[in-house]
């Protein structure tokens, strides 16, 4: 995918995904969630497989 896209795709959905550190644990970059998410998409493979990027 060129970077183009990916940042347009980015704006486009970023707020909605946004969300607040917690005393626990830090919060997931946007563009971390939309690689994760398009990786899954794109390939159909199930959440154990996704866990060895």
Avoid: W
Wanted: glycine residues 6%; positive net charge.
């Amino acid at each position: 995918m060129p970077t183009e896209m990916f940042d347009e795709l980015l704006n486009r959905v970023g707020s909605r995904c946004q969300k607040t550190d917690t005393h626990c644990r830090k919060a997931l970059d946007q563009g971390l969630k939309l690689t994760i998410t398009l990786r899954h998409l794109a390939s159909g493979d199930k959440y154990p497989s996704l866990l060895y990027v």
